[in-house]
C-alpha cells in the first residue's frame, strides 16, 4: 500500500505521528511482547489514516500548479515523510522479530519495512536533499518542452504530435528536442541514488532496486527470475512484430531513413519512446481485406467527443458492470484537460486524497485513442481504490502494484467494434466482421506487444544504477544500449550528445515511480480478460470478447479489488481468474492467429537486429 500513495501524502501522514509512535514503544527493560507489536500496528495506521489527506491535498496541489511555493510545501511534506517513514521502518524491523505474532500484524510489518520508494538514511539533512532533489526532478519534467516546426512546444502536445506526424525529419525534431530535458537532471539523479541507497542499505538492503524487488511477497530474486521467465514467454511475439514493423517501415521511408536490417528508429513508431506502436497502424496495416476500416481518434472527432464525455463513456463502463457512480466531487475536482495559465505535470494519474471516496483524475486529455484508453486506465485505479476503501489503511492497496495498473487496460480489452456501435460511434455497417481480424490484432499487438520490453527495460536500467552495476558516466549509453537490446531500437540522429540523460524524459524516471508494474499489468490484464470472458460465458475467440453490462463479472472483479492488499497477490489472481500463476500463456493466446500471420509474413526476411 505505501507504494501506492504519493510520497508527499505518505509524509505527512507519518509526520505528526512521531510522539504517539513513541507512546507505543516497548518498555526499555522487556522484551516486545505480541500485543505490543499489534498495538504499534495499529497505532501507526490510525496515524496514517489520519494524515495522510493534508500530505495528499499538497502533493494535488504542486501537481496542478507547480511554481516556487507548492515546489517548497511538497519538497518539505516529502522530507518529513521519507524521516518518519524511515523511523517507523526501523521500529517495524524490531517488532517484526516478536514471537507468536498474527498473520495481518506481520504482514502490516513487512509492509511498514519494505514500502518505501525512495528511503533515506537517518542522517540531518539527507531526508530534506532527497525529496528537494525528487520534487526538483518532478517539476522539471512538468515544465519541459521541445520544438515542433521551431516553434517551443509543451511535452503533452508534443506527445501528441509524435502520433500524428509522418515526415521524419519532424518527428527527429520532436524527439531529439524532447529528450534535452534530461540534461539538467544527470546530477541531481546521481545524487538521488546516492542518498536513496544509504537509506536502504540502513533499512537492511543492499540497494534502492533489491528494496523494491521486496514487494511481491515472494523471494526478490526468483521475482526477477519470473519477470526473465514471462518475457521469454512473449519475446518470439515481439520478435515477429518488430520485424514485420520494420519491414513496412523500410518499405514506407526506403532505406536512408530506416533500413531493413538491424535496429527501427526510436521516433517512427508513433510514440516519443517507442514504448506502443498502435498509432502507426495506418502504416503498417495488413494489405486491402484485412485492414479493420476504421479509426477510434477519427470516430470520437467525427462524434465531437470532449475530454468530459470520454471520462464519461469510462465511467458508463464501470456502472454497467454494478460499480457505483463516480462522486460528485469527482467532477468538481480532477484535472481533466490541461489548464491554459499554469505549468502542471500532464502524465497522467489518479488519486484517493481522503482514503475514501475523494476520487480524482489529474490528465492533460485530448480527444484521441491513445487518451481513451489512458481514461479507462486511470478510472481503474479510482473504482480500484474506492473497493477496497473498507480495508484498514495499510491494506488500502492493490494486490501487487502490477494489479494497480492493470484493472483499467483490462476494462479497455472489451472496446470491441461491437461495443463501439452500442456508444453509437460505429456505424454497424462498418463493423469489421471475421476477415478483420488479423487487422484488429495487429493494431491491438502494436500497443501491447510492444510495450513489453519497454516495460522491462526501465528497471533494467534502474536497479543496475542503484547496485552500481551502472555507473553515472554511464547512465545514458547503458540506456541506450538496453533498448537496442531489448526493444531494438535506436535514438534517431546517431551518437547521443556526451551530455544526454534520456532517461530523465520518460516521466518515471524523474518522477521515481517503478515500472516493472506496468510489465506485470500487461500480462495481469490479459489473464483478468480471459477469465473474465470465461465467467461470461463467452466462446468466440478472446478479442471479440467485451464485457460490457456483465454484473455477475463485475461482481467477482469488485471481490478480488475488494480485498486489497490483505492477502499475497496468488490468492487475488486466484480469487477472480482460478490459477496463482502471473504468466504470458493469455496473452499468448489471445494473440495466437496473429502469431501465425506474422510468421507468414516475415518468411524470408532475417529477423533480429
Ligand atoms: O504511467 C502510466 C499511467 C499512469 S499510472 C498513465 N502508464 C505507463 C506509461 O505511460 O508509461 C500507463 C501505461 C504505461
Ligand atoms: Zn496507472
Not at 526506403?254 to 526510436?266: K, M, N, S
Not at 494519474?349 to 489529474?362: F, G, H, T, Y
Not at 477469465?531 to 456483465?550: F, K, M, N
Amino acid at each position: 500500500m505505501l507504494r501506492q500513495i504519493s510520497t508527499a501524502a505518505l509524509a505527512a501522514a507519518l509526520l505528526t505521528g512521531a510522539a504517539r509512535a513513541d507512546h507505543h514503544q516497548p518498555a526499555e527493560t522487556g522484551q516486545p511482547t505480541a500485543a505490543d507489536a499489534r498495538s504499534f500496528v495499529e497505532s501507526a495506521e490510525e496515524r496514517l489514516a489520519d494524515l495522510s489527506i493534508y500530505a495528499a491535498k499538497a502533493a494535488w496541489v504542486n501537481a496542478t500548479y507547480i511554481n516556487v511555493d507548492t515546489d517548497f510545501l511538497a519538497a518539505r511534506a516529502g522530507a518529513e515523510f521519507t524521516e518518519a517513514a524511515v523511523e517507523l521502518a526501523n521500529q517495524a524491523a524490531r517488532y517484526a522479530e516478536v514471537e507468536g505474532l498474527d498473520y495481518d500484524t506481520k504482514r502490516k510489518l513487512n509492509m511498514l519495512r519494505q514500502g518505501l520508494t525512495a528511503p533515506a538514511p537517518d542522517i540531518p539533512g539527507a531526508a530534506d536533499e532527497l525529496s528537494t532533489i525528487l520534487t526538483g526532478l518532478q517539476s522539471a519534467y512538468g515544465k519541459g518542452t521541445g520544438t515542433y516546426k521551431g516553434e517551443t512546444t509543451r511535452g503533452n502536445e508534443l506527445e501528441a504530435l509524435m502520433g500524428t506526424v509522418r515526415d521524419p525529419e519532424l518527428l527527429e525534431e520532436m524527439w531529439t528536442s524532447w529528450h534535452r530535458v534530461g540534461v539538467p537532471m544527470k546530477e541531481d539523479y546521481a545524487r538521488f541514488v546516492e542518498i536513496s541507497n544509504e537509506g536502504a542499505q540502513a533499512l537492511g538492503y543492499a540497494d534502492t532496486g533489491a528494496m523494491w524487488r521486496s514487494g511481491y511477497d515472494m523471494d526478490p530474486d526468483e521475482f526477477a527470475r519470473l519477470l526473465d521467465r514471462t518475457w521469454n514467454e512473449v519475446k518470439p511475439l515481439y520478435d515477429q512484430l518488430h520485424c514485420y514493423v520494420r519491414a513496412e517501415l523500410n518499405e514506407e521511408y526506403g532505406d536512408e531513413v530506416q533500413p531493413a536490417d538491424g535496429p527501427i528508429r526510436a521516433d517512427l513508431l508513433g510514440n516519443m519512446w517507442a514504448q506502443e506502436w498502435g498509432n502507426i497502424y495506418p502504416l503498417v496495416a495488413p494489405e486491402g481485406a484485412g485492414d479493420i476500416g476504421y479509426d477510434l481518434t477519427d470516430l470520437l472527432e467525427g462524434a465531437d467527443y470532449t475530454p468530459v464525455k470520454i471520462v464519461e463513456t469510462g465511467e458508463a463502463f464501470f456502472t454497467s458492470l454494478g460499480f457505483d457512480e463516480l462522486p460528485e466531487t469527482f467532477w468538481q475536482r480532477s484535472q481533466i484537460t490541461a489548464p491554459a495559465d499554469r505549468e502542471v505535470v500532464c502524465h497522467a494519474s489518479a488519486w484517493d486524497v481522503d482514503n475514501e471516496d475523494d476520487l480524482r483524475i489529474k490528465m492533460c486529455t485530448r480527444v484521441n485513442a491513445d487518451d481513451f484508453v489512458t481514461v479507462h486506465h486511470e478510472l481503474g485505479h479510482n473504482f480500484y481504490q474506492r473497493a477496497y476503501s473498507n480495508q484498514p489503511f495499510l491494506y488500502k492497496g492493490s494486490a501487487n502494484d502490477g494489479f494497480h495498473e492493470a484493472v483499467g487496460d483490462f476494462i479497455a480489452l472489451s472496446v470491441t467494434p461491437e461495443y463501439l456501435v452500442d456508444l453509437g460511434l460505429l456505424d454497424p455497417a462498418n463493423v469489421p466482421d471475421e476477415s478483420k481480424d488479423i487487422g484488429l490484432l495487429l493494431r491491438q499487438a502494436l500497443d501491447k506487444v510492444a510495450f513489453l520490453p519497454f516495460g522491462l527495460l526501465i528497471d533494467k536500467w534502474r536497479w543496475q544504477v542503484f547496485s552500481g552495476e551502472i555507473q553515472p558516466a554511464d547512465y545514458n549509453s547503458a540506456w541506450t544500449q538496453l533498448r537496442f537490446d531489448y526493444q531494438g531500437i535506436t535514438p534517431p540522429g546517431g551518437d547521443r550528445p556526451g551530455d544526454s540523460f534520456d532517461p530523465g524524459a520518460k516521466y518515471h524516471v524523474p518522477g521515481n515511480t517503478p515500472y516493472t508494474r506496468y510489465y506485470l499489468a500487461r500480462l495481469l490484464q490479459f489473464q483478468f480478460h480471459k477469465a473474465a470472458c470465461d465467467q461470461a460465458g463467452w466462446e468466440g475467440p478472446l478479442h471479440r470478447c467485451s464485457i460490457y453490462a456483465d454484473e455477475e463479472v463485475g461482481e467477482k472483479l469488485n471481490a478480488m479489488l475488494a480485498m486489497g492488499s490483505s492477502r499475497p497477490w496468488p490468492d487475488a489472481l486466484e480469487a477472480f481468474t482460478g490459477t496463482r500463476d502471473m504468466n504470458g500463456s493469455a496473452m499468448a493466446e489471445y494473440f495466437a492467429p496473429l502469431t501465425e500471420w506474422l510468421e507468414g509474413q516475415n518468411r524470408g526476411r532475417s529477423c533480429g537486429w
